[in-house]
C-alpha cells in the first residue's frame, strides 16, 4: 500500500473512531459538518483525501481537535 493511501486511510479511522466514540452516525456528523453522509463513508474508507477544511469542519462538528485525525493509532495516548 502506498504511503498516501495509508495516510488516508489511517485519516479515515480516526474520523470513524472519535464518530462512534461520540455516539454519532455518519448521517448526524454530515449534518454538523455540513456535507454528505457518502462524504463521510468515503472518508472513513480512505477512499477520498480530505482537505484541511474538512477536517476542521468535522473536528468542529466532534468537538475534538482536527490534529487527532493525522496520528496513527498507536500513537495516540489515552485518547
Request: proline share 3%; charged share 30%; glycine share 8%.
Amino acid at each position: 500500500m502506498s504511503k498516501s493511501k495509508l495516510f488516508f486511510k489511517t485519516v479515515g479511522e480516526n474520523i470513524r473512531h472519535y464518530r462512534e466514540k461520540r455516539g454519532f452516525t455518519q448521517e448526524k456528523l454530515a449534518v454538523r459538518a455540513h456535507m454528505t453522509d457518502g462524504y463521510i463513508s468515503m472518508l472513513e474508507n480512505g477512499l477520498k483525501n480530505a482537505t484541511l477544511e474538512t477536517l476542521l469542519r468535522i473536528g468542529e462538528a466532534l468537538d475534538i481537535d482536527p490534529n487527532l485525525f493525522l496520528i496513527a493509532p498507536k500513537q495516540k495516548k489515552g485518547k
